[in-house]
């Protein structure tokens, strides 16, 4: 069981952490990886980290603008967004699954999904 935090309203240029806890279980040696959806869109990878040995990849749209990290003493896994644009306006979801490494930015090799954050940014 997945829960996301953190979204909310913010103006263009600001900042903003996510937040994905596993109630009832825990992170180690799965990858979780964080997609948004905007309205009309298909679901798209934001970035990923494989919790055991914290392998990270980033999206090309976001990188330089996100970092993603994780707490293993709080089951927890985060992703710090700075720099938002109206065009990063969308639900925001963690996943967890044990995806091959070829495959982790595929929304279908994941097991687990929360309900999603809503971020939006104002122009």
């Known amino acids: 069981h997945l829960v996301e935090s953190g979204g909310g309203l913010v103006q263009a240029g600001g900042s903003l952490r996510l937040s994905c806890a596993a109630s009832?279980?825990?992170?180690?040696?799965?990858?979780v990886g964080w997609f948004r959806q905007a309205p009309g869109k298909e679901r798209e990878f934001v970035a990923s980290?494989?919790?055991?040995?914290?392998?990270?990849y980033y999206s090309d749209s976001m990188k330089g603008r996100i970092t993603i990290s994780s707490n293993s003493a709080e089951n927890t896994v985060y992703l710090q967004m700075t720099s938002l644009k109206p065009e990063d306006a969308a639900v925001y979801y963690c996943?967890?699954?044990?995806?091959?490494?070829?495959?982790?930015?595929?929304?279908?090799?994941?097991?687990?999904w929360g309900q999603g954050t809503q971020v939006t940014v104002s122009s």
């Open positions: 009832g279980g825990t992170f180690s040696h799965y990858v």
């Open positions: 980290i494989n919790v055991s040995v914290r392998l990270k």
């Open positions: 996943a967890a699954g044990r995806p091959p490494y070829h495959t982790l930015r595929n929304a279908n090799e994941y097991d687990y």
